[in-house]
């Protein structure tokens, strides 16, 4: 047998600690996973409470156009229906553009570190990486244009960046798009858009009609606190929607996670409380840092990227002996570092004197 030769130094997704594992490695009855950058109030009530009824006619092959999701989803984006392709989370539909766009003999571009599948799918399609080292937590957008040649083919932009939780403003990506050459697609990555509150955010779906390279990727599976059930959407102009549709599995999101969006997207009180919420539990956490004088980047997202005296996998041992899975830096590509999703009021206070009583003896 003879797999792509690319696969050979390629691993498959190491996944975090599970709860149980940990509960039962280090005798613990509350673990509390900080790591994913879940939603920690779960999700909608109203989804919950229908939840029964969607299970329903599971024999039956799901609507492979996700009509009734689509029309509610439009509606609410105020975009036609057209300009939509939903996706087994957002995941898929950066593998869907790849499989699309990308060959040998093709480059793309993207920051580095940033969200780990545009690499991952590129290199098995056969494309040349080129990334672009962040600075300040931030992507460095002079430089990853200059990267770009007549060979390139996607330009990824992923704003927040995971893991720094930086956004990228207006007038960046304005500068982006208008000195981007129209034959290089620009994808923009807004798996945390529920959560930006920035004023100089980018409005990126009303940009559609200006730019006919952009694509924007969301995703239910952060605010919409649905992770688990694997549902994302990409929003571009049309044309750029029917050149990705033949490289879509025909059923690739299941009846039960359209129903839930179609649901979730329904109690915006939900989404409007739980990032509420978060924004205070962030904002004490900065000031915590502030107090430590640990190092951090601005976050628009539900998480941040602590800076630490010691090292990013030695914080995570010890977090993880008190209850905590968080993720440590070295394993983000960014070394003495840890990555905290923000959590409930109550748990992040107990994380932060652990991270304090860690500290504690070592000079700064
Ligand atoms: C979590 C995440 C995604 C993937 O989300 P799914 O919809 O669950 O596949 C995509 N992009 C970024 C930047 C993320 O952090």
């Given at each position: ?21 940990v ?27 229908q ?16 009509s009734?999701l ?12 057209a ?9 898929e ?10 060959e ?59 893991p720094?939780?930086?956004?990228l ?16 697609l ?24 200006q730019?006919?390279?952009l ?82 980047y ?24 008190k209850?905590?899975?968080?993720r440590?830096?070295?394993a ?5 570092s ?8 109550e ?6 004197s ?8 070592i000079?700064?």
């Amino acid at each position: 047998m003879k797999a792509k030769e690319i696969l050979k130094g390629m691993t498959p997704y190491k996944p975090g600690k599970q709860i149980e594992e940990v509960k039962k490695e280090y005798g613990l009855d509350k673990i509390v996973k900080l790591a994913s950058n879940e939603n920690p109030f779960g999700f909608s009530p109203q989804v919950k409470k229908q939840l029964p009824q969607l299970i329903e006619q599971l024999e039956k092959y799901p609507d492979g156009y996700a009509s009734a999701l689509r029309k509610k989803m439009a509606s609410f984006l105020e975009v036609d229906q057209a300009q939509l392709i939903f996706g087994n989370g957002s995941d898929e539909i950066v593998q869907i553009i790849c499989r699309t766009f990308l060959e040998a003999g093709a480059n793309t571009v993207m920051a580095t570190p940033t969200f780990p599948q545009y690499k991952h799918n590129a290199l098995i399609e056969g494309a040349e990486v080129r990334e672009v080292p962040l600075e300040d937590g931030r992507h460095d957008l002079p430089s990853m244009l200059e990267q770009i040649d007549e060979r390139t083919r996607v330009l990824w932009l992923c704003t927040p960046n995971n893991p720094t939780g930086v956004h990228l403003s207006t007038s960046e990506i304005k500068q982006v798009l208008e000195n981007c050459p129209s034959h290089v697609l620009v994808v923009m990555d807004e798996a945390y858009y529920e959560y930006m509150e920035a004023e100089d955010a980018f409005d990126s779906l009303s940009s559609l009609n200006q730019y006919e390279n952009l694509i924007v990727l969301r995703t239910f599976s952060k605010a919409y606190g649905l992770a688990g059930l694997r549902i994302g959407y990409g929003v571009a102009p049309k044309e750029i929607i029917s050149t990705l549709e033949p490289a879509r599995e025909p059923f690739n999101t299941s009846t039960i996670a359209q129903a839930a969006a179609l649901l979730a997207l329904d109690d915006q009180e939900f989404i409007n409380e739980t990032t509420t919420e978060n924004s205070i539990n962030k904002r004490k956490l900065m000031q915590f840092l502030d107090e430590q004088g640990l190092d951090y980047y601005p976050s628009e997202a539900n998480f941040v990227l602590v800076r630490l005296p010691v090292s990013g996998d030695e914080m995570f041992e010890h977090l993880l002996s008190k209850g905590f899975i968080v993720r440590s830096g070295e394993a983000l590509g960014l070394p003495n570092s840890i990555r905290l999703t923000i959590g409930k009021e109550e748990d992040m206070a107990v994380i932060q004197s652990e991270i304090k009583e860690r500290l504690i003896g070592i000079s700064k």
